[in-house]
T-cell receptor, first 111, second 114 residues
């Protein structure tokens, strides 16, 4: 089993749609969780950290379910500019300096 | 504010040639530093990380090496490149304390080995 698993997609959605991605992780000792966005041939950029209570940043909402070991990202009112690959990231174990990346979910927002 | 730079941005090297990629962080001190590789269409693979000068942890056996000669400088090297070394190399940093641990990436170095 991979340490971090994501559906690779692609998710093709129309502008204005709501889309959700899930990510599962295998190590129950993981403490920190993030979503990154990566545009084609560019470096990953932090989209948002994921907190235990869930958090929202504009049109983006992240949730953490420790019992089931998954995190989710919800994008509301999708824009063309949201088209990218979304990477799920977890720390390897509690207190570690290592970060494990999922292979990403590709989103394409269509006009 | 903090910035991270890596160079060169793009390089094409023959098999068997040496490699040196450099990464520098500005605006912070004593960061944790990381080298990742992303092969075409694949996820990020952690290659090395460093928690201080001269302290390097290797994650994957390979013909690459890393060094940290100064607090904010991280270098990725190879004596003889293989075809399989082609990929997108990303340097990243994070603060040791005082935040929620986000990683910040440089612009990346795209290596093609022919």
């Amino acid at each position: 089993r991979k340490e971090v698993e994501q559906d690779p997609g692609p998710f093709n959605v129309p502008e204005g749609a709501t889309v959700a991605f899930n990510c599962t992780y295998s190590n129950s000792a993981s403490q920190s969780f993030f979503w990154y966005r990566q545009d084609c041939r560019k470096e990953p950029k932090l989209l948002m950290s994921v907190y235990s209570s869930g958090n929202e940043d504009g049109r983006f909402t992240a949730q953490l379910n420790r019992a089931s070991q998954y995190i989710s990202l919800l994008i509301r009112d999708s824009k063309l500019s949201d088209s990218a690959t979304y990477l799920c990231v977890v720390t390897a174990t509690s207190g570690t300096y290592k970060y494990i990346f999922g292979t990403g979910t590709r989103l394409k927002v269509l006009a | 504010s903090q910035t991270i730079h890596q160079w060169p941005a793009t390089l094409v090297q023959p098999v068997g040639s040496p490699l040196s990629l450099e990464c520098t962080v500005e605006g912070t001190s004593n960061p944790n530093l990381y080298w990742y590789r992303q092969a075409a269409g694949r996820g990020l693979q952690l290659l090395f990380y460093s928690v201080g000068i001269g302290q390097i942890s290797s994650e994957v056996p390979q013909n690459l090496s890393a060094s940290r000669p100064q607090d904010r400088q991280f270098i990725l090297s190879s004596k003889k490149l293989l075809l399989s070394d082609s990929g997108f190399y990303l340097c990243a940093w994070r603060k040791k304390t005082g935040d929620t641990g986000e990683l910040f990436f440089g612009e990346g170095s795209r290596l093609t080995v022919l």
